[in-house]
């Protein structure tokens, strides 16, 4: 595995890439400009989980360049959060070429998503954001319904999840996952480009789930935003990307 760290379009900004796959956009002096679409996304739901400038408790399933951690940080100080990610040789590189800033709140424990969950307490978290990736695909072990019940377990009342997927119809792989998600939180949207929908390319689809998600709220940012994308409602995504089998954890 490569990992590369290079100047971006602006002084500050950076690009981290890794096996010459951009990753991450980390803007050292504007902490809260998200360039990628669906890092823009899921800042809208971080948003969303509480008032602004409130305190919140996220948990970061895969870590890259720390752009959503040091986005929480910077619009909503004393948060406390956790980054859970295996690879020790790209979080080096990162704290070295990227320092967080002082006093940000943000802990990274050396683990995979599984293992980190695994040690959270019952309804101790706020916001769950999965952005984690292994040649391009999200570990299956993070997809299964063992897995979303785990997510579900340290979701405190009003929390949500997060989890940027990717695919392409006929979207296989993001029923399977959506599959098992619905079955751990009873309420889902799901946020993606046009494009992507229609079938005319791969692309992100991010997906929120929780107790009770915000759509209305998330509609509203939807259509404030230059760049368009679709948000499916729960009934949407069930007409669009149901009918999958969940996926499960192998046997012992």
């Known amino acids: ?3 590369e760290i290079v100047p971006a379009d602006r002084a500050e900004a950076w690009l ?5 796959m951009d990753q991450s956009y980390v803007d050292l002096g504007d902490p809260t400009r998200l360039v990628f679409d669906y890092v823009r996304w899921i800042g809208d739901v971080a948003d969303l989980v509480a008032p602004p400038s409130r305190a919140v408790r996220a948990v970061h399933v895969g870590g890259a360049g720390l752009t959503l951690p040091r986005y929480v940080a910077a619009t909503r100080p004393r948060s406390s959060q956790i980054v859970l990610e295996p690879d020790a040789a790209l979080i080096e ?5 990227l320092p967080l800033p002082p006093r940000s709140g943000i802990r990274i424990r050396p683990v995979d998503g599984r293992r980190g969950l695994a040690g959270l307490r019952d309804a101790s978290t706020d916001l769950i954001v999965l952005d984690a990736f292994s040649r391009g695909r999200v570990p299956t072990e993070l997809l299964t319904g ?3 019940a785990e997510m579900a377990r340290v979701l405190a009342p009003g929390a949500l999840v997060a989890a940027n997927l990717t695919d392409r119809a006929p979207f296989a792989d993001a029923r399977r996952a959506i599959a098992g998600l619905r079955a751990a939180l009873p309420d889902i949207a799901l946020a993606a480009e046009p494009a992507t929908l229609r079938g005319r390319r791969s692309g992100n689809l991010v ?6 998600v915000p759509t209305a709220e998330l509609a509203a940012r939807v259509a404030g935003r230059a760049a368009p994308y679709r948000l499916l409602d729960a009934g949407a995504v069930s007409d669009t990307l149901g009918g999958g089998a969940p996926l499960s954890d192998p046997r012992p």
Do not use: S
């Open 146 to 148: 063992e897995a979303w």
């Open 1 to 3: 595995m490569t990992i």
């Open 16 to 20: 981290v890439r890794i096996d010459d």
């Open 207 to 212: 997906v929120v789930a929780g107790h009770a």
């Open 93 to 97: 590189r990162v704290r070295a070429e």
